[in-house]
């Protein structure tokens, strides 16, 4: 009996370490979202302003809101959203620090580069949305305005509205982007390999396709922007997996000449 209470606290011992630690790093995070939040609710304004820029580009410099909260709601989620977005290193931070002790060194070496450009790609998806996409696709929407059979059509988004789409822009097109840090951890894992994707290669283009044109609003111009890109990042990632094979075996060859006689 004596020996099956040991073992039974013996177990539950590192188990409830990593469970204080998980709260540890969990407090942090929300602390750290919190803090971001109060900072970006003073400065909403500015935020809102600087995500507007896309419709003022467009040519449309008016938003409406026709609630009576609205407005105030729309502050609330505006902020929430960049609080994210600025608290996420400290949230990604604590994620590894959490997650880091359970790993070799090897391993740590081989998640290195993935962690660097996770930031990289989310945000260089996010800057295409904002410069590029965003003012294209808004110009196009606003194209529709004008006198169409007698009735005048007027653009007046909605406030809410319009933050939504852009926060679905940036979102879509920040995920979005992450697609070789999914395809190089899962070659990396061993899961997939380079000869499967490239065998796979058409149907990988429907499926990015058909996420082009869910994920985005239901324009033309939006989704192939988005299309386009992740095809090249596509190809990239096989790229880099052919490469690593090259490293590899050349690696695998001159270890096998050293332990050769």
């Not at 580009?57 to 809101?65: F, H, M, R, S």
């Not at 690593?244 to 050293?258: I, S, T």
Request: glycine share 6%; with cysteine; aromatic share 12%.
């Amino acid at each position: 009996m004596d020996f099956k209470i040991r073992d039974i606290d013996e177990t539950q011992a590192p188990l409830l370490d990593h469970l204080i630690e998980l709260r540890t790093r969990l407090l942090r995070s929300i602390l750290a979202l919190g803090l971001a939040f109060a900072v970006c609710l003073y400065f909403s304004d500015a935020i809102l302003s600087f995500l507007v820029q896309p419709l003022i580009k467009a040519g449309q410099n008016e938003l409406i809101y026709t609630k009576l909260y609205e407005a105030f709601f729309v502050e609330l989620k505006v902020s929430l959203f960049a609080a994210f977005c600025l608290s996420f290193p400290v949230i990604a931070n604590q994620l590894w620090a959490f997650v880091a002790p359970g790993l070799y060194a090897k391993e740590k070496k081989a998640f290195l580069p993935f962690l660097i450009a996770t930031p990289v790609l989310f945000l260089s998806g996010a800057a295409l949305a904002y410069y590029v996409v965003m003012p294209t696709a808004f110009r196009w929407m606003l194209g529709f305005e004008g006198n169409k059979g007698g009735i005048q059509l007027k653009a007046l988004p909605a406030t809410g509205d319009y933050l939504g789409l852009v926060m679905q822009f940036i979102l879509a097109f920040g995920i979005s982007f992450l697609l070789p840090v999914l395809l190089l951890l899962l070659n990396r894992a061993g899961i997939v390999s380079r000869t499967q994707l490239s065998g796979v290669r058409r149907y990988v283009i429907v499926a990015i396709t058909a996420v082009a044109a869910i994920i985005t609003p239901p324009d033309v111009v939006s989704q192939l922007m988005l299309l386009i890109p992740m095809l090249l990042l596509f190809e990239g990632s096989l790229i880099v997996m052919w490469l690593g094979e090259r490293r590899d075996a050349k690696a695998g060859n001159a270890a096998a000449q050293v332990i050769e006689p």
